[in-house]
């Protein structure tokens, strides 16, 4: 119940086009939703995060979209670049508990 | 740059050893947060300290242990070593106790090799 389930494990997206990601939950205590970019030899680091009162959440080419009914959350990255080539990660944490993440998604924009 | 400082980026042991990862948290953080990351498994959480207590304790094996110093660096010791103890070693701080009150600032990990 503590799981965060994430897919797809690997991702090929065009230059231009849309890269979605998607993230399951069981826990329906949680209710801070991030999404982590790691970029190779460095350590993840915030992209964006959603808390569960609202459905969607738009940062430039990220958007988070959260359907609480079904406990998934996904991105989305509009317009891809070969500079988003990286791996995602999606996490979970309820209250003040610690951050669960999601096994990771590579994701790999070729021009 | 995060401002979270781990030592050694990179170690190279045998099985049976011991070795002892640390981390220097960003000015200010309270809490330090040590995950494992390995190629199947992604980020596992091992433990939290904050403010030197320890605060939450994840899949962390028993060889494995951690502490959080009057300073707030943290040291994470792994003992009797396994091949599959190989994996990236990630910590992270925050200023607020929890992990769902901010942004969890990472380190750029200590790569460990069981040999």
């Known amino acids: 119940q503590q799981q965060v389930k994430q897919s797809p494990q690997s991702l090929i997206v065009q230059k231009g086009g849309i890269s979605i990601i998607n993230c399951a939950y069981e826990n329906t205590a949680f209710d801070y939703f991030p999404w982590y970019q790691q970029f190779p030899g460095k350590g993840p680091a915030l992209l964006i995060a959603?808390?569960?009162?609202?459905s969607e959440k738009k940062e430039g080419r990220f958007t988070i979209s959260f359907n609480k009914s079904a406990k998934q959350f996904s991105l989305h990255i509009m317009d891809s670049q070969p500079g988003d080539s990286a791996t995602y990660f999606c996490a979970a944490s309820m209250h003040t508990d610690k951050l669960i993440f999601g096994t990771g998604t590579r994701l790999q924009v070729f021009p | 740059d995060s401002g979270v400082t781990q030592t050694p980026k990179h170690l190279i042991t045998a099985t049976g050893q011991r070795v002892t990862l640390r981390c220097s948290p960003r000015?200010?953080?309270?809490?330090v947060y040590w995950y494992q990351q390995s190629l199947d498994q992604g980020l596992q959480f091992l433990i939290q300290y904050y403010n030197g207590e320890e605060r939450a304790k994840g899949n962390i094996l028993e060889r494995f242990s951690a502490q959080q110093f009057p300073d707030l660096h943290s040291e994470l010791n792994l003992s009797s070593l396994e091949l599959g103890d190989s994996a990236l070693y990630f910590c992270a701080s925050s200023v607020e106790p929890g992990g769902n009150t901010g942004e969890l600032f990472f380190g750029e990990g200590s790569r460990l090799t069981v040999l």
């Open positions: 000015s200010g953080d309270l809490s």
């Open positions: 959603i808390r569960p009162d609202v």
